[in-house]
Every structure is written in structure tokens, then in C-alpha cells.
């Protein structure tokens, strides 16, 4: 199987691509890691979703990855069950 790998803390996303990812995933929440210690900085703050994207672009770590693509199909995140199903597909 082919794939391309990118480092996002080493290259990370711009405001743009997340953007993007947010209109294909439907909804921001999904894209936030909640483990990140900046999210654990953050989370009691009252922002919007365009200062939320603001901040992803500047701290990688807040976005949940892996972030995949199989078949034309967006993932998120590591759950072993979905991974399965997807490279199944």
C-alpha cells in the first residue's frame, strides 16, 4: 500500500488546510486533541473556531492524528477497529 507521510510538528498544517479538513470532517471537535497539553491550556477559554484553527497552526500538537486518507476518505485519530475496516475496504 502507498502512502505519504508528513510530520506535522515538523511541518505543520496551515490555517488554510485545516480549514479544508474541517469543512470535510464536518465539525472542528473531532480535530482536537484532547490530550495535548496546550488543549488542557485552552479549554476553559471562551474561543471561536477560527481562533481554535488559529491556535492548531501554531501548535500542531492540538490536532488529533493520525490524519488519514483511505479510498477518498478522511479518518481521524487511532482506533485500531476503524483502521481495520478501512484497509479492508
Do not use: C
Amino acid at each position: 500500500m502507498e502512502f505519504l507521510e508528513r510530520d506535522l510538528i515538523n511541518d505543520p498544517l496551515t490555517t488554510a488546510e485545516i480549514v479544508s479538513i474541517r469543512e470535510e470532517v464536518g465539525d472542528l471537535i473531532p480535530l482536537i486533541s484532547k490530550k495535548s497539553p496546550k488543549y488542557r491550556e485552552l479549554k476553559h477559554e471562551d474561543l471561536t473556531e477560527q481562533q481554535w484553527i488559529r491556535e492548531m497552526s501554531q501548535e500542531p500538537r492540538l490536532i488529533k492524528r493520525p490524519l488519514w486518507r483511505v479510498n477518498g476518505h478522511l479518518y481521524v485519530g487511532f482506533d485500531p477497529e476503524t483502521w481495520a475496516k478501512a484497509l479492508i475496504t
